[in-house]
């Protein structure tokens, strides 16, 4: 089994100032790792995946994250923040092996509000 | 294109009622997946569907809930005798293939509140 922890469950920032929200996760096999934002009265939408290949993966709206396997982490960052990214942000993980790789495990969520 | 649909988007019931919630998946897509999230934790699996058949149900409670993905018309998660403790928002997601490399568009969900 798959658990996903954000560390955050808030984060308040100014606009235009860089921003990390953090993830980690634990899963005793090999894992394809999510970030989705979901705003006010909206689905979820995805922001970027990792799958294989280069552990810095680039998402839609200027994200990106990065994975390193050493730390089981997958944090989200972006350099400079507008109004318009204020939403609840959502780590999840699939097992690559097992036949289930379409069962997405979930953290909590971590709310970003970008101040003017 | 319309994104995934589900409605309603608020459901309140009463101890014992039954819920019903609907979800429309986007065009094209005929793989269904419903997932709650519970007061203060993340999104968890309940139930895997393609039309007409049940592909993994193993995050829905034995007792009480089901899932359909009929061939016409959208999915529904029925949910008999509800309790306070189903109190949750309820997404549903679909995906074109069930492949791992298919992206699952996520509906607004349906917040559920049982009195």
């Known amino acids: 089994a798959q658990s996903v922890t954000q560390l955050d469950s808030q984060v308040p920032v100014f606009e235009e100032a860089p921003v990390e929200l953090r993830c980690n996760y634990s899963?005793?096999?090999?894992?394809?790792l999510f970030w989705y934002v979901q705003y006010p009265n909206q689905g979820l939408q995805l922001l970027l995946k990792y799958l294989s290949g280069s552990t810095l993966v680039k998402g839609i709206n200027g994200f990106e994250a990065e994975f390193n396997k050493s730390q089981t982490s997958f944090h989200l960052r972006k350099p400079s923040v507008h109004i318009s990214d204020t939403a609840e942000y959502f780590c999840?993980?699939?097992?690559?092996?097992?036949?289930?790789?379409?069962?997405?495990?979930f953290g909590k969520g971590t709310l970003l509000t970008v101040n003017p | 294109n319309a994104g995934v649909m589900q409605n309603p988007r608020h459901l309140v019931r009463r101890r014992g009622q039954e819920a019903r919630l609907r979800c429309s998946p986007m065009?094209?897509?005929?793989?269904v997946y419903w997932y709650r999230q519970l007061p203060e934790e993340g999104l968890k699996f309940m139930v895997y569907l393609q039309k007409e058949n049940i592909i993994d149900e193993s995050g829905m409670p034995k007792e009480r809930f089901s899932a359909e993905f009929p061939k016409e018309g959208p999915s529904i998660l029925r949910i008999q005798q509800v309790v306070r403790g189903d109190s949750a928002a309820y997404f549903c997601?679909?995906?074109?293939?069930?492949?791992?490399?298919?992206?699952?568009?996520f509906g607004p969900g349906t917040r559920l509140t049982v009195l």
């Open positions: 065009k094209g897509h005929s793989h």
């Open positions: 999840a993980v699939s097992a690559v092996s097992g036949g289930s790789n379409y069962k997405l495990t």
């Open positions: 997601a679909s995906s074109r293939t069930g492949g791992f490399t298919d992206t699952q568009y």
């Open positions: 899963s005793s096999v090999s894992v394809y």
